[in-house]
């Protein structure tokens, strides 16, 4: 999309107070200014872009209640979404970001976040101000260890932590008493965390290739709240039998569990 063409559509965009601005898969590396007057705009969708840097035009666009930012060139987070006090749903996957700064103090709607594939090696403990915070995609980073901010979110619903580096969760997990999914497949664990154990909410924990070769008796009655334990893809290759009637235990690999 040529810049003026941006601008058109914007203009006409601003003009019928729409409520969504789909500038997705157009080939932008900038957007103009006409951005900052869609000041009604509650869902705007940047995705597939070429885009170096957020737009500094977000800052004036206080309606906003979902922004995606996927799969551009971004190699610095849009520091100026901590005065959009209204979004509930920001994604930002699929950028080379590396770091984040502290900017979630003013989130305080936030509800979903979407931070998978950004080559992240820390966060900030801002994060852990996201009081309303449901969901968090983190997968696909380089994390070695479990970012204490998070143990902060004690709304959260739903983590997923898939193919990073993690070997062990800290004890202050245990704050995290909302949660009913989790997800660490591919990492670096050996045992399954024995912090999991006071999460009594929790449903579903996904804990496929890693290094765990055994599951004490001891672990499988703590755990035996959940409905899956998914330990496929690990060392431990069949059901033993004394396992019989834990059927929420998934053992083997991806092609064909053992029975």
Same mark, same amino acid.
Request: charged share 15%.
């Given at each position: 999309m040529e810049l003026h063409e941006l601008e058109k559509y914007l203009e006409k965009a601003v003009r019928d107070s729409r409520r969504v601005i789909n500038l997705s898969h157009r080939g932008l590396t900038i957007i103009t200014q006409g951005l900052q007057r869609a000041k009604k705009t509650k869902v705007l969708l940047l995705n597939n872009n070429r885009l170096l840097m957020a737009p500094e035009e977000l800052s004036r666009l206080s309606s906003l209640t979902?922004?995606?930012?996927?799969n551009n060139q971004l190699t610095t987070f849009p520091t100026d979404i901590k005065f959009l006090s209204n979004l509930r749903i920001l994604?930002?996957?699929?950028?080379?970001?590396?770091?984040i700064p502290d900017v979630f103090a003013g989130l305080s709607s936030l509800r979903c976040l979407w931070l998978m594939h950004c080559q992240l090696v @820390?966060?900030?403990?801002? +994060?852990?101000? =996201?009081?309303?915070l449901k969901?968090?995609?983190?997968?696909?980073?380089?994390l070695n260890a479990f970012p204490e901010a998070l143990c902060e979110l004690q709304n959260l619903l739903w983590l997923s932590l898939v193919k990073n580096q993690l070997y062990s969760l800290p004890s202050n997990v245990k704050k995290l008493k909302e949660?009913?999914?989790?997800?660490?497949?591919?990492?670096?664990?050996?045992?399954?965390? @024995?912090?999991?154990?006071? +999460?009594?909410? =929790?449903?579903?924990?996904f804990i496929k290739g890693n290094e765990i070769s055994s599951l004490s008796d001891d672990t499988i009655l703590a755990l035996s709240f959940l409905s899956t334990l998914d330990i496929r893809d690990n060392r431990i290759y069949r059901r033993p039998k004394e396992w019989k009637g834990f059927d929420f235990i998934v053992v083997g690999t991806e092609e064909t569990t053992e029975s």
């Open positions: 979902e922004l995606i930012l996927d994604s930002v996957s699929h950028n080379p970001l590396v770091a @820390t966060l900030p403990r801002s +994060l852990g101000q =996201l009081s309303q969901m968090l995609g983190l997968g696909h980073n380089e949660l009913v999914y989790l997800n660490l497949n591919d990492n670096c664990f050996d045992l399954v965390p @024995t912090e999991l154990q006071e +999460l009594s909410n =929790l449903t579903s924990l």
